[in-house]
């Protein structure tokens, strides 16, 4: 389980690293859209666009489904809830340590201004 969790978040963060993906993502949160028509938006062709839908479908972050002779997009039902939540958890580990770290210098600053001069 671990392992598999490992490898959707690696497809995840490695698709929403495009700022173009990212976009996509945006686009299809307001309204369902075809590949052509974010290819449109995007300025683009639509083999590049497939490409970056492709990445987002093996990431779990959209699917498609053939109507006619549109691929529609739309966003998947998985969300970025793994991913959030792995956010959070290093979130809270690096505020802890910050904290610790800010704990440490005030310590320093404590000892130094108690320290005599002269």
């Not at 959707?8 to 993502?25: E, P």
């Not at 938006?41 to 549109?70: D, P, W």
């Not at 210098?105 to 130094?112: A, G, M, P, S």
Request: charged share 30%; glycine share 6%.
């Amino acid at each position: 389980m671990v392992q598999y969790m490992d490898i959707q978040l690696d497809h995840a963060f490695a698709a929403l690293a495009d700022a173009t993906r990212r976009g996509i993502i945006e686009q299809l949160g307001q309204a369902d859209a075809s590949i052509s028509s974010l290819a449109l938006t995007f300025q683009m062709t639509l083999t590049g666009m497939k490409k970056h839908v492709q990445v987002l479908e093996r990431a779990g972050l959209v699917v498609t489904q053939k109507v006619g002779r549109v691929r529609r997009c739309r966003l998947g039902e998985r969300g970025l809830r793994a991913e959030a939540a792995w956010i959070e958890a290093h979130r809270r580990l690096f505020e802890a340590r910050f904290d610790a770290l800010d704990s440490i210098i005030d310590e320093i600053k404590q000892e130094e201004s108690n320290e005599p001069t002269g």
